[in-house]
């Protein structure tokens, strides 16, 4: 069972070196769930003492008012044989066999954080004791409890340290060490107060008596430690510390140890419950509850490990990878979010993501509808169809036909479906930034690196610009075709059609009668009718190829090719990735290699067992 011990005090000692020691917290923190055994004590209720008794060195800094001013996390490691030494996390690689010196590095490692002011911290200090005359256990050694504050120390420091005290003791998985000196009123001790509010039915809480042998000549507690003053869970516990004198003369913890024995085995008040009694025998208990308790925590663990370890994973893959540091890393890493948005992009034209069917909707409605409000029989009045065809005519009218009439009237309605067709142009261009800002968005890489975001947008947007350019050219250019070579077929109907319907002995200056400008204005209409059927079909396929095919291919061509000749500078300044995010990623990273190793190995014990 030393196993579960040492397994939570690895795990300990990795959640204090990320940082993770149950402060409040937007990351999850494996701490709070681990069980332990939280001291607690008022100001010389004798609380070092014990610590040094169950030990067995003398190790702790001692002074008036507020000595321990950080959390003290002690584990205690059982060795079979050689020579005791401690260890601080802090100093990996130092071993400590001069107990004089541990105390004295406690007391430099809490001036390192809270300074040379008597302020306290939230921060644990951990060290590990390897002694053959120890038992496994891990406790956290708290600040005294006080109620006032002394020169140099804030006024607030009775309550922070209540705080502090009371964010051990409050966890369901904290085993609670109370202490209180047998020579004051158990009523007003400061660590039963507390204890008996976080756990009123003292389920968790063990009760240890200090200062049996400095009680008033003819008292006792006698009633305290069987349980009938104040009854606890567990039973009572009587200690007898080292007097100062004996402190001051440096008297061997070992023989501190027997001298309390013989004193519970030879008193009259105490000797019937001398087995239960003492530090050894305190420190055996402790180890023992402290196994049973972690092995009962052990299926939610290993539940809590699983999830957390889950929920880590969703959000680092949220957040994104990190940045390369190198000019190749940051350039292969720029071109996979380049070729991620661009897939999401062509997802959007091909109707995997909705938007490219409003495309469609421009040929299939706008573009139709633009072309039928020309209205070309307004344009074909008789008025204008008269007007066109004398000035076509000159000074000379027509022979046979009014070519150049004809022609100038052809030209000058056609002209007007240019408009349509730029705007055709024009709404497609539009949709096609709508879907490259849309693409933007739903590409999760780019939210990380907003310089990035705006060099793709902008890049991405140039292309199309460029492409709306080219596809103008060429839509207007199959208007100006038209406008350009008349379909000749059309016309050679149109004598015939007049030796049919007409009157052949009309006089030239008759054909300028309104039947005559009707015939002209209607072969015109049909004509353009017919050319404005087939522009109707070929402007989409203009657009299409110039501008949406062209975005498919090519979207990012040009960017890719600035791409290759920026420089390290230039490419490190496009994934100015946010600080905090930077930030947040390595504390998670750091905090998912927390738990994969917590799991791997509350595993391995799980299997040992």
């Not at 004798?46 to 008036?64: M, Y």
């Not at 020579?183 to 107060?193: G, M, V």
């Not at 209205?375 to 066109?388: A, E, G, I, P, T």
Request: proline share 4%.
């Amino acid at each position: 069972m030393d196993n579960l011990i040492t397994l939570v005090n690895k795990i300990q000692r990795a959640c204090t070196a990320l940082g993770d020691h149950g402060d409040e917290s937007a990351l999850p923190t494996l701490w709070d769930a681990l069980p332990s055994i939280a001291v607690v004590g008022g100001q010389s209720s004798g609380k070092s003492s014990v610590l040094e008794s169950v030990v067995g060195k003398d190790f702790l800094p001692r002074g008036s008012g507020i000595v321990t001013r950080r959390p003290l996390v002690l584990q205690l490691h059982r060795i079979d044989e050689g020579r005791e030494y401690a260890e601080f996390m802090h100093l990996p690689r130092k071993r400590f066999t001069d107990f004089a010196a541990v105390r004295q590095e406690i007391s430099d490692e809490t001036d390192r954080e809270t300074g040379r002011s008597k302020a306290i911290s939230t921060v644990p200090i951990h060290l590990s004791i390897f002694s053959p005359n120890v038992v496994n256990l891990t406790l956290v050694d708290l600040p005294g409890l006080t109620k006032v504050a002394v020169d140099g120390q804030p006024e607030s420091i009775v309550q922070d340290i209540e705080n502090m005290v009371r964010s051990y003791i409050e966890k369901p998985n904290c085993i609670i060490l109370a202490i209180s000196p047998a020579n004051q009123d158990l009523a007003t001790s400061d660590a039963i107060k507390i204890s008996r509010e976080v756990d009123p039915k003292g389920e968790r809480t063990f009760g240890v008596l200090t200062k049996i042998d400095l009680m008033d000549k003819g008292t006792d507690a006698v009633d305290i430690l069987e349980g009938k003053s104040y009854k606890l869970q567990f039973p009572w516990i009587g200690v007898v510390n080292r007097s100062q004198a004996d402190i001051n003369k440096s008297v061997d913890m070992i023989a501190a140890r027997r001298k309390e024995r013989e004193y519970f085995q030879t008193s009259r008040e105490y000797s019937h419950l001398a087995s239960r009694m003492g530090s050894e025998h305190l420190g055996k208990v402790l180890s023992k509850h402290l196994e049973q308790v972690i092995k009962s925590r052990i299926p939610g663990l290993q539940s809590l490990i699983n999830r957390t370890i889950s929920e880590l994973e969703s959000e680092l893959s949220r957040l994104g990878r990190p940045v390369a540091t190198d000019a190749g890393g940051k350039l292969y890493m720029i071109m996979e979010i380049c070729r991620s948005f661009d897939q999401i992009f062509k997802e959007h034209l091909d109707g995997v993501r909705p938007g490219g069917d409003k495309i469609y909707n421009v040929f299939d409605n706008q573009l139709p509808a633009a072309l039928k409000r020309l209205q070309f029989d307004k344009h074909l009045s008789m008025d204008n169809v008269r007007k066109l065809i004398t000035e076509a005519d000159g000074y000379q009218p027509h022979l046979i036909a009014p070519e150049q009439g004809y022609r100038r009237l052809i030209e000058s309605t056609l002209i007007t479906i240019r408009g349509p067709a730029e705007a055709a142009v024009d709404a497609v261009h539009a949709i096609l930034k709508d879907l490259v800002h849309k693409s933007i968005v739903e590409t999760q890489e780019l939210k990380q690196y907003p310089s990035l975001r705006v060099e793709v947008t902008n890049a991405a947007v140039e292309s199309l610009d460029r492409m709306k350019e080219e596809s103008k050219r060429a839509t207007l250019q199959l208007v100006d075709m038209e406008c350009g070579y008349l379909t000749v077929e059309f016309f050679r109907k149109l004598p015939q059609d007049m030796e049919k319907g007409g009157n052949p002995t009309h006089s030239i200056f008759d054909r300028y009668n309104d039947t005559y400008l009707r015939r002209v204005g209607s072969n015109v209409l049909s004509y353009v009718n017919m050319v404005c059927a087939g522009l109707r079909n070929s402007i989409p396929k203009s657009v299409v190829y110039c501008q949406v095919r062209e975005a498919k291919r090519c979207l990012l061509d040009h960017f890719f090719a600035e791409l290759g000749r920026k420089e390290l500078r230039q490419l490190s300044s496009m994934l100015d990735e946010d600080p905090a995010v930077m930030q947040r990623r390595t504390s998670l990273a750091k905090r998912l290699e927390l738990y994969r190793s917590a799991q791997a190995e509350i595993d391995a014990v799980a299997w040992a067992k």
